[in-house]
């Protein structure tokens, strides 16, 4: 098969020896002569999302580069969608779920009219992470723009049939193999792992805190749990954290606003005792502020 041939170094051959290894679940490794002159062709661009298309890359960094490589050019705008949606998938199959769900949203806002298939996408990678609700909205905002194919309505059909749905998010082994690690490093080499994880996936809400907590940075604190909520903004403890953030580096207003959602996710009760601490560790800064 076109499998087993001796690795050329012909774009076509690759292009074509990518799509059916995607399609037989194998793996190759990515090779690409980048062009000098930084002008992407179609079949380079073909081969790169094909290469990204494909599950567990040990290179997916060098694929990475490849594309940011060609992004460089302003020539190549002409494809930007088209390789965003390359790194979206590419981020995405290498487990870097909030990267892949941040530059799947580019892609649909660099063109809304037309952003059916990624919503699609969006719909799909939600059920995977444990969505429902998102999974619904990413179905209709694809339905909304056109995207009556026959995946989407396939998947929708599929989604009827679940009657337990208990599809959730894990990267709770990153931390146990940290932790089995942390012996070995330095203090700043954890917590450079701890950013990491805590960067990885937005949907796995307790590995996310777990790892966000650890840090002794406040900013930084509010920085990682500002970047979580921008890919999972339904997370009613990830906005906690956020509000409590905000009081510990004095950022009242956002704070304040940060409450009005949180208000939206939680019950009375719950909403009281988070604005109680908000005040509280405030009035702390103030009176510190004052000696």
């Known amino acids: 098969t076109t499998i087993n041939y001796e690795y050329e170094n012909n774009i076509f051959l690759k292009l074509n020896r990518q799509a059916l290894a995607n399609a037989q679940g194998q793996h190759l490794p990515f090779s690409i002569n980048l062009r000098a002159d930084t002008l992407l062709t179609r079949e380079q ?8 298309l494909s599950r567990n890359r040990d290179d997916w960094q060098q694929v990475e580069e490849a594309i940011l490589y060609y992004q ?23 487990g870097e779920v909030n990267q892949a769900f ?33 999974t619904v909205e990413s179905i209709n905002n694809a339905r909304k723009r056109g995207n009556d194919e026959a995946p989407l309505l396939d998947f929708m059909e599929q989604l009827k049939l679940v009657s337990n749905f208990n599809q959730k998010a894990d990267i709770g082994q990153l931390m146990v193999d940290l932790n089995g690690e942390k012996a070995s490093l330095s203090e700043e080499e954890y917590e ?59 950022f009242r207003v ?23 601490e908000f005040k509280r560790i405030l009035e702390e800064k103030r009176q510190l502020q004052i000696r």
């Open 72 to 94: 460089s050019n302003l020539k190549n705008s002409l494809y930007n969608s088209f390789m965003l949606t390359a790194k979206a998938f590419l981020y995405y199959n290498a």
């Open 254 to 276: 956002f704070g304040e606003t940060a409450l009005e959602r949180l208000a939206t996710l939680v019950d009375t009760k719950k909403l009281e005792e988070v604005t109680k």
């Open 192 to 250: 450079m792992k701890l950013k990491q994880i805590s960067g990885t996936n937005a949907f796995d809400v307790s590995t996310t805190l777990r790892a966000i907590e650890l840090l002794n940075n406040t900013e930084e604190k509010y920085n990682l749990l500002r970047d979580a909520l921008e890919v999972n903004d339904r997370s009613a403890e990830l906005w906690e954290a956020y509000v409590l953030a905000c009081a510990q580096n004095n």
């Open 45 to 52: 661009l073909f081969y790169i999302y094909d290469t990204a």
């Open 102 to 134: 941040r530059t799947l949203d580019s892609v649909i806002a660099s063109n809304i009219s037309a952003s059916g298939f990624p919503y699609y996408v969006k719909a799909i990678w939600a059920y995977d992470q444990g969505q429902s609700e998102l």
